[in-house]
């Protein structure tokens, strides 16, 4: 019964911000990694940032010194933060939760972000 539910996408102008949030449930929040990916019409799936149970971080070169990834264990979630949005931003946003030992897998059902003028 594990979800990840993710929220706060929508419209914005380009430069503009939004805060994405991925609550986790049914799991032990802090033995996964948490990922987000996106994905773009016609494009493949790919990684924006993620963050480790201990707290490293890492990004994709097209999103450094712009978004921000942190997780509150508390609240079993983590965030996106994302500043100075570009209309090549403009993607499904999904929460991915994983761990290696035992190997699990889990996504939720994405949120969309639109920035356009």
């Known amino acids: 019964q594990v979800q990840l539910v993710e929220s706060g996408g929508g419209l914005v102008q380009p430069g503009g911000s939004l805060r994405l949030s991925c609550v986790a449930s049914?799991?032990?929040?802090?033995?996964?990694?948490m990922s987000w990916y996106r994905q773009a019409p016609g494009k493949q799936r790919e990684l924006v940032a993620r963050?480790?149970?201990?707290?490293?971080?890492d990004y994709a070169d097209f999103v450094k010194g712009r978004f921000t990834i942190s997780r509150d264990s508390a609240k079993n979630t983590v965030y996106l933060q994302m500043n100075s949005l570009e209309p090549e931003d403009t993607a499904v946003y999904l929460c991915c939760a994983d761990r290696a030992v035992p190997m699990r897998e889990y996504w939720g059902q994405g949120t969309q972000v639109t920035v356009s003028s």
């Open positions: 049914g799991m032990i929040f802090s033995m996964y990694r």
């Open positions: 963050i480790s149970s201990g707290g490293s971080t």
